[in-house]
Nanobody
């Protein structure tokens, strides 16, 4: 069974940091591009970050450049999103995505709330 499970979300104050994790199983993780998306209430999902299969190429949405870092360890079947200098507008449910089928495979999401 293909599965992605996000974890690490929670409540953090503005300026704080969180590291989200996505544990993958049921497919050959190292072969696939991984992405992080986020979705705020009433909004469409927004691409946050992308990392290619070998981990050498990354891309970020404009709103998070310089603050977020995506990384992966293919031996651990895990992708992370390190989030620093968090802002209230970063509040959303964060999802990881694996592009191995049309539309991708999605995890259940993890909630991030940035609030004082």
């Amino acid at each position: 069974q293909v599965q992605l499970v996000e974890s690490g979300g929670g409540l953090v104050q503005p300026g704080g940091s969180l590291r989200l994790s996505c544990a993958a199983s049921g497919f050959t993780f190292r072969r696939y591009t991984m992405k992080w998306y986020r979705q705020a209430p009433g909004k469409e999902r927004e691409l946050v970050a992308l990392i290619e299969s070998d981990g050498d190429t990354t891309n970020y949405g404009d709103s998070v450049k310089g603050r977020f870092t995506i990384s992966r360890d293919n031996a651990k079947n895990t992708v992370w999103l390190q989030m620093n200098s968090l802002k209230p507008e970063d509040t959303a449910v964060y999802f990881c995505n694996a592009a191995l089928i049309y539309g991708g495979v999605w995890g259940q999401g993890t909630q991030v709330i940035v609030s004082s």
